[in-house]
């Protein structure tokens, strides 16, 4: 990993927050994926000229192995999307991070099984099932949890295949996975083998912000102009998908030519998440609270399996109000 890390430090050298051509700020954002609909909302900004009008070059880094969460931390990008999840995790072992914004609300992903398996009606019935995981150490407790909260044991055998736990889940070879539900979700209905999807928080597990925009700590306490401008353009890019799906998902797949082999994908998860994931109880987007951090990076602390910088578990409950912020937001939709 420290290979890979210097190697993409070398490819984006360069002073963060520096000028670039004609007085424009460099900024530059490490995607977690390749792209799809949780970075319509950058696509949208950058299209849209909001960027440029706003004196940045924002400069989208293509995906490749090493997480935002390093990258950002380690000053390689200056932002990057991440999720609570990971995020947790990263902060918990010393990454400079802070979430400025929630690009979704609530949990993206949920639990799933083949709609076509009778004998699994909740998550109680995945008692001595085997799950198909990517080898996240939270994934077991999470599980666990959800499924002891059904009423079940939550025992469980557990296969780490990463993305290809979707296949192994068709194919019948794991019973369970956890799929992004407005992109997987409607992947697995599009080539004619649905999906049964169980929420966490149906069961009364935490909710948890799916998908975050994340900046380096140290960059954002020097810059914080600059990141109000950036975070302000980016929150409206995302403000559009949420009230405009369709022309955001036409945006979205203009950009990036080639990427999405079928469009209709792309729209339909648009529309879910605008209609679900996106937006506050007050129709923003971007706001956290103290509460919902607690939620559920408490519960990962309270399973025993963060750990510091050197690997031992955390013998503090962190201030996980000081892991966000809400300033950098603009105020209205």
């Known amino acids: ?155 469980f055998d557990t296969v780490v295949l990463g993305t290809s736990a979707y296949e192994a889940l068709y194919s019948g070879q794991v019973d369970f996975t956890e799929p992004f539900t407005a992109w997987e979700g409607i992947e697995a209905q599009l080539r004619g083998e649905p999906l049964k999807t169980f929420q966490y928080t149906d069961y009364g597990f935490p909710d948890a912000y799916g998908v975050l925009l994340e900046g380096n700590g140290a960059w954002l306490a020097a810059h914080p102009d600059v990141a109000t401008t950036f975070v302000q353009a980016v929150q409206r890019g995302y403000q559009f998908a949420a009230d405009d799906p369709a022309t955001a998902a036409k945006i979205l797949s203009d950009a990036n030519p080639g990427a999405f082999a079928e469009p209709d994908l792309v729209d339909r998860s648009q529309h879910m998440l605008a209609a679900t994931y996106m937006k506050d109880a007050n129709g923003r987007v971007g706001t956290q609270t103290a509460a919902q951090w607690a939620g559920f990076s408490g519960f990962l602390y309270d399973a025993g399996v963060l750990v510091d910088a050197a690997g031992k578990p955390l013998t503090a409950r962190p201030d996980f109000s000081t892991w966000f912020t809400d300033r950098y937001l603009g105020a209205t939709p």
């Open 1 to 155: 990993m420290l290979a890979a890390l210097a190697m993409v430090l070398a490819a984006c050298s360069g002073s963060s927050g520096s000028s670039g051509d004609a007085g424009t700020t460099t900024i530059r954002l490490a995607l977690d994926w390749t792209p799809n609909t949780n970075h319509t909302g950058l696509f949208v900004a950058q299209q849209q000229g909001w960027f440029g009008d706003a004196g940045l070059d924002v400069q989208i880094l293509p995906y490749n192995s090493t997480s935002p969460d390093t990258l950002v931390g380690s000053g390689a990008a200056e932002f990057g999307i991440g999720f609570q999840n990971s995020f947790t995790f990263s902060k918990a072992a010393g990454a400079d991070i802070v979430s400025v914004m929630a690009i979704l609300q609530h949990w993206g992903s949920g639990i799933a099984v083949r709609a076509d398996r009778a004998d699994i009606t909740s998550p109680k019935d995945l008692d001595g099932k085997t799950y198909g995981g990517f080898g996240d150490p939270g994934e077991a407790p999470k599980m666990a949890a959800v499924i002891k909260d059904a009423g079940g044991r939550g025992t």
